[in-house]
């Protein structure tokens, strides 16, 4: 009682139920120099990407910044005149006559 058991360990499952392997797995893989053509041209397109990307992203976080600022100035009460009518002297279309 005063024994304690090591955790049972898991069998391997039968060799029929296991996946069976390709011939490409099962051979090493070899360098092929024509891919590194491909790798490379994939390589530079992700580079250029990510630089488009990080432009975006700075010219979307001046923007906010901008909109951010203009919302936290003080607002200021625009004054409207007392008299509209008093601001707004138009001349007349025809002059008086004098008699």
Do not use: N
């Amino acid at each position: 009682m005063g024994e304690a058991e090591p955790p049972p360990h898991l069998p391997l499952p039968p060799p029929e139920q296991q996946q069976p392997t390709t011939t490409a797995e099962a051979r090493p893989l070899r360098f092929d120099p024509s891919r590194m053509v491909g790798i490379i041209k994939r390589k530079a397109l992700i580079k250029d990407l990510a630089t488009v990307y990080h432009a975006e992203c700075l010219k979307y976080c001046r923007e906010l910044l901008e909109l951010q600022r203009k919302w936290e100035e003080p607002y200021t009460e625009i004054k409207m005149p007392d008299d509209p009518r008093k601001e707004i002297m138009r001349q007349p279309k025809r002059p008086k006559k004098t008699s």
